[in-house]
């Protein structure tokens, strides 16, 4: 049984099935029967440049370091939704890029799927000034608890009392005004 080969009709390289485009010189990347040759550079030429696969537009990460399996059922949903998306392999993991305006409409894709966790909205309280789960490991946490003790999260800081500056829990006077902390627990 004959199977696909991705290449580089450029350079002759040969890629991995997820890869679209040619680390060395950035051609997109063709298909052929393993065991075919490649087409000669001469009818190469003469053919028309295809159009590209991706619509263009400036496009950004939305999530790296993610598996062919997690991938691909990713993209036919993106496909689905008509939202354009580029593959690309970074080190041993697949990144998803997006373009900017399509960015919501991917990550509520993502958080539905469960690859990110649920961004929470502003109208949440934060977890530092009414306590809560830790939005890391899901331990519940006291009100004012600025590191969660189960994995460590920092939380975020209180604020400064005279000025309002975000305080961090490693701050032994306010960096705005130069209030000590002491102060803040009397």
Avoid: W
Wanted: negative net charge; glycine residues 10%; aromatic residues 4%.
């Amino acid at each position: 049984m004959a199977a696909y080969v991705r290449y580089c009709p450029d350079c002759g390289e040969e890629y991995q099935p997820h890869m679209t485009q040619c680390i060395d010189c950035g051609a997109a990347l063709e298909e052929r029967l393993e065991g075919d040759s490649m087409e000669s550079d001469a009818s190469r030429e003469a053919e028309p440049a295809p159009p590209p696969n991706v619509p263009p537009g400036e496009y950004r990460r939305v999530a790296d370091g993610l598996t062919a399996q997690i991938v691909e059922p990713l993209v036919e949903l993106f496909v689905e939704a008509g939202i354009p998306v580029k593959v690309e392999s970074i080190g041993y993991g697949l990144c998803l890029s997006v373009r900017a305006e399509d960015r919501s409409a991917v990550v509520a894709i993502l958080e539905r799927e469960g690859v990110i966790p649920s961004q929470p909205d502003a109208t949440t309280p934060a977890v530092v000034a009414d306590g809560g789960p830790c939005p890391a490991c899901g331990a519940i946490l006291k009100a004012g608890t600025v590191e969660c003790p189960e994995c460590g999260l920092l939380l975020g800081g209180a604020g400064c009392e005279s000025c309002g500056a975000e305080l961090s829990p490693t701050d032994q006077a306010c960096p705005a005004c130069g209030r000590s902390t002491d102060e803040e627990a009397v």
